[in-house]
């Protein structure tokens, strides 16, 4: 996938969790301005973030509007905290995740036969929404980027209907240290959602590719 359309300078990340903070240092590590942030003020988590993010700086939530990329990291039963004005014309990379187990029974999924993404894009509405970084684990972020080029560098999807906001994305994937495969459409986030053959595995891009195919050709017959 060509990742040199566009140039992300600044990343915003909302939730400061587990996947959050690890995007966050794979981001400053990588020469990113980050601002980080949850639904407490930034006064709350700024020792926090200097502890756990050293380089990103804390903001209120909505300090995250001025940055070129925002990343919600945050458990999707809390997605109706999310006030779709602040994210209007914005890329959105969803990294959230439906996991009944812990999340518990969400009716809004479980009823929905949609990518839990197309739920998200319905009610940020507005915004520019990519799918992505869903399908590693945190630790997996630190542990497994590569140099560009590296035989064993592992490869992440970006689905998104934006077809900007999908190269935004992939370059930024570049930059933290992974191939950045293009899985089409934003329906297609469901190949990547839990329980999936791209979602319990570490690929190549190569691999990547050849497990999408083979999803979107059964999902066909
Ligand atoms: N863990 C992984 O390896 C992994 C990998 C890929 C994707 N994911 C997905 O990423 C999401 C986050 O997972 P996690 O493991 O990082 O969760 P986590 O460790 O529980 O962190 C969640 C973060 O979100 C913040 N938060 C909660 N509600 C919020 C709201 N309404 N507004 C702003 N911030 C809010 C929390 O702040 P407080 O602590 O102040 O509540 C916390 O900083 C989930 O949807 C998960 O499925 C996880």
Redesign the pocket.
């Known amino acids: 996938m060509t990742t040199t359309a566009v140039t992300p300078g600044s990343i915003g990340i909302?939730?400061?969790?587990?996947?959050?903070a690890a995007v966050a240092r794979r981001a400053v590590e990588s020469g990113y301005e980050v601002r980080i942030?949850?639904?407490?003020p930034a006064g709350e988590i700024a020792l926090l973030a200097e502890i756990v993010t050293p380089g990103a700086v804390a903001v209120d939530?909505a300090g995250l509007a001025e940055t070129d990329l925002t990343v919600i990291?945050?458990?999707?039963r809390?997605y109706r905290?999310?006030d779709p004005a602040h994210f209007a014309g914005r890329t959105v990379v969803d990294?959230?995740?439906y996991?009944a187990p812990t999340d518990g029974e969400q009716s809004d999924f479980e009823r929905d036969a949609r990518s839990t993404s197309e739920v998200i894009q319905d009610h940020l509405h507005g915004a520019l929404l990519v799918k992505s970084?869903?399908?590693?684990?945190?630790?997996d972020l630190e542990a497994d980027h590569r140099v560009p080029g590296a035989a064993d560098r592992r490869a992440l999807a970006v689905a998104s209907d934006h077809e900007q906001s999908r190269a935004l994305v992939a370059t930024f994937i570049d930059r933290i240290g992974f191939d950045a495969v293009d899985a089409g459409p934003l329906a297609a986030g469901r190949l990547l959602q839990p329980g999936t053959d791209v979602f319990n595995g570490s690929h190549s891009a190569s691999q990547l590719r050849g497990l999408l195919a083979e999803a979107c050709l059964g999902a066909r017959a």
């Open positions: 909302l939730g400061a969790g587990r996947v959050g942030a949850t639904a407490k939530a990291a945050i458990p999707l809390r905290d999310l990294v959230m995740n996991w970084l869903n399908h590693i684990g945190y630790h």
